[in-house]
């Protein structure tokens, strides 16, 4: 089927990634490299991570299990200070990209997310760098809204119903390939995000015309 919505994730694809602020934490608090990521990667469906971004936790009840998943694999983490890390900014080339696919197809970010502060309430834009993204989107699927955080397959089925489509005729990128292998098991094409300009040109080749 011809591609008629392409979805983006928003951490690591629109905006950049955390994982370089992961990095520069681990080694200023002089612990392993990849600690945090294999501290996120554990009991993915249960971990802190996981129930934050289900909003099944608050803030601070995410640091205090953050913390003790840390301590029991034998380290010490502040688990607030790990949460300051997760801004990110703008890919221009990325905005750019989302803004040309709006123009011809379906757009949706997907994201697994936590919210601070009392949630701005549906429909409503909201404040910040990510509000003006709303322009170039048909839907926005979110964790903490909906209870789903990827790679629950659920959440992909929910994106393309809410878009309309059928999941072979949509595009996903992610920066992680443990979402996007569900993604493409339910027929959705996939393109992984290292670096966003490669990735920007395999998109060119799914959807058929320039994005940059």
């Known amino acids: 089927m011809p591609i008629r ?36 990667a554990t009991n993915p469906d249960t971990n802190a991570w996981a129930r934050l971004e289900r909003s ?68 409503e834009r909201g404040t910040g760098p990510m509000a003006a993204l709303l322009d170039h989107v048909d839907v926005v699927v979110e964790s903490s809204r909906v209870g789903l955080r990827k790679p629950d397959p ?8 809410e878009l309309g489509v059928e ?9 992680l390939g443990v979402n996007l292998k569900p993604a493409r098991a339910l027929g959705m094409t996939t393109i992984k995000v290292g670096d966003p300009d490669a990735a920007i040109s395999e998109l060119e080749a799914v959807v058929g015309f320039p994005l940059r």
Request: aromatic content about 8%.
């Open 5 to 40: 919505a392409v979805i983006f994730d928003v951490g690591g694809v629109i905006l950049t990634s955390p994982f370089d602020a992961f990095a520069r934490y681990e080694a200023d608090n002089a612990l392993p490299d990849g600690l945090l990521r294999r501290l996120n």
């Open 56 to 123: 099944e936790v608050d803030l601070a009840g995410f640091a205090d299990l953050f913390e003790a998943e840390a301590r029991e694999a034998g380290h010490t983490v502040d688990g607030r200070a790990v949460l300051a890390l997760l801004g990110g900014q703008l890919r221009p080339q990325m905005v750019e990209a989302l803004r040309r696919c709006h123009e011809r197809l379906k757009t949706a970010m997907l994201t697994n997310n936590f919210v601070i502060g009392a949630p701005p309430a549906e429909g």
């Open 167 to 175: 999941p072979m005729e949509a595009a996903f990128l992610d920066d």
């Open 154 to 161: 659920a959440i992909y089925r929910l994106v393309c119903e």
